[in-house]
């Protein structure tokens, strides 16, 4: 059975003046290990703004990239030996 990073953690520091005296558990452990568990629900507006702008950006750049002289005509070689395929 393997012990839980708490448990290690409180064994390693049982010492220290920090904890001296306290349970298996500190409080501030009971408080937290609720919220290390939890996924994000979703995303805040500013991260949405953010998502959004990057997204634009790499749109443009992919739009920029995917019609560039090399890249087009790349592109048009290999539709156009797809359709020459002999079956």
Known sequence: M???FWD???AALRGSRLFAGAPDRPAWSARWAGRLGRSDQ?????????????ACAFA???YKV??????????????????D???
């Open 2 to 4: 393997e012990t839980k």
């Open 8 to 10: 290690r953690a409180v």
């Open 66 to 83: 995917v019609n560039s002289g090399p890249v087009m005509s790349a592109l048009q070689s290999l539709v156009e030996d797809a359709l």
């Open 85 to 87: 395929a002999k079956f």
């Open 60 to 62: 443009a750049v992919l």
């Open 42 to 54: 979703g995303m805040t507006t500013s991260e949405y703004a953010v998502g959004t702008i990057a």
